[in-house]
Nanobody
């Protein structure tokens, strides 16, 4: 069983930057691919980015290409989402997940509780 705790959310101005962190415990962190998802009010949860267990393969949704970067530190059991030049439409609750990296998507087995990100215009 893996427990995931996100942090780093908050209010950020459009064009600024924010880094989300997700600390894992209770399992073998380095065995899992890690992903970030988000859910805006009234919308379904959507995939944002994912990274393989080794960190050498990443997946992302087109809307964040060139702006958001996922990374991980297996020594610290932590995965990050660096958000550069966020836009108001990036406003959502961001969730961390542990699971498997598929050819075109990510299968989540464990979820964090989420952290709110609000981007002001």
């Amino acid at each position: 069983q893996v427990q995931l705790v996100e942090s780093g959310g908050g209010l950020v101005q459009a064009g600024g930057s924010l880094r989300l962190s997700c600390a894992a415990s209770g399992g073998s962190f380095s065995r899992y691919a890690m992903g970030w998802f988000r859910q805006a009010p009234g919308k379904e949860r959507e995939f944002v980015e994912a990274i393989s267990w080794s960190g050498d393969i990443t997946r992302y949704t087109d809307s964040v290409k060139g702006r958001f970067t996922i990374s991980r530190d297996n020594a610290k059991n932590t995965v990050y989402l660096q958000m550069n030049s966020p836009k108001p439409e990036d406003t959502a609750v961001y969730y961390c997940a542990a699971g498997s990296l598929l050819s075109l998507s990510f299968k989540a087995n464990y979820w964090g509780q989420g952290t709110q990100v609000t981007v002001s215009s």
